[in-house]
């Protein structure tokens, strides 16, 4: 069964205090990895695309990467502004529609 | 990235009554995907619509529970029918090929 883990559930973090999130995939076959943030009441905002191994994504104090079984999103030195949910989904090449599946998410709580 | 609206963005609801939830999209798509997003949990595709052909359901979702219309490249609208407590939800409907751009949301509360 296609699946997709992230952990941890939630993660609290010092202003400053620089961290990664783990995404993990059980996938038959990946067409591409994706990272969201959601803000609470609103709708999932897109950060990056991965769609191979050794692939690395930056945007501001974020970094994307990914395995052939998982993707990291590191957040360096984070602010207060970057707490929220981060989901991680991925697209199938198996379907004809492109089928995302989204995993549970980890929020992020950032203290100043 | 495409623009999506949603209406309504949040309603309250009585038990056994339909609601529809309407998403425009400020330029045309082929498919619109609509998913529900428990409180608490991460999001779950209910049914991707293109447009002129019936809408493609995801195991555990019936088109009598969720009609859904797609009269053109721009719009969409999903029904959630016969609500019930366990419908209480945030509905999304999203638009892309690859990375998906997703509207605000409808939150709905059923009594």
């Known amino acids: 069964e296609d699946q997709v883990t992230q952990s941890p559930e939630a993660l609290r973090l010092q202003e400053g205090e620089s961290s990664s999130l783990n995404c993990s995939y059980t996938?038959?076959?990946?067409?591409?990895l994706f990272w969201y943030r959601q803000d609470p009441g609103k709708g999932p905002e897109f950060l990056f695309t991965l769609y191979s191994a050794g692939e690395e994504k930056e945007k501001e104090r974020l970094k994307a990467t990914l395995t052939k079984k998982e993707s990291f999103l590191h957040i360096t030195a984070p602010k207060p502004e970057d707490s929220a949910t981060y989901l991680c989904a991925v697209q199938l090449s198996k379907t004809s529609y492109d089928k995302v599946i989204f995993g549970p998410g980890t929020s992020l709580s950032v203290i100043p | 990235s495409a623009v999506i609206s949603q209406k309504p963005s949040r309603d309250i609801c009585q038990r056994g009554t339909s609601l529809t939830i309407q998403c425009q999209v400020d330029?045309?798509?082929?498919?619109m995907f609509w998913y529900r997003q428990q409180p608490g949990q991460s999001l779950t595709l209910i049914a991707t619509?293109?447009?002129?052909?019936?809408?493609?359901?995801e195991s555990g979702f019936v088109i009598d529970k969720f009609p859904i219309s797609r009269p053109n490249l721009t719009f969409s609208t999903l029904t959630v029918s016969n609500m019930s407590p366990e419908d209480s939800s945030i509905y999304l409907c999203s638009v892309g090929d690859q990375a998906q751009y997703f509207g605000p949301g409808t939150r709905l509360l059923v009594l």
């Open positions: 996938v038959s076959g990946l067409r591409g």
């Open positions: 619509a293109n447009q002129g052909s019936e809408a493609t359901y």
């Open positions: 330029s045309q798509v082929t498919m």
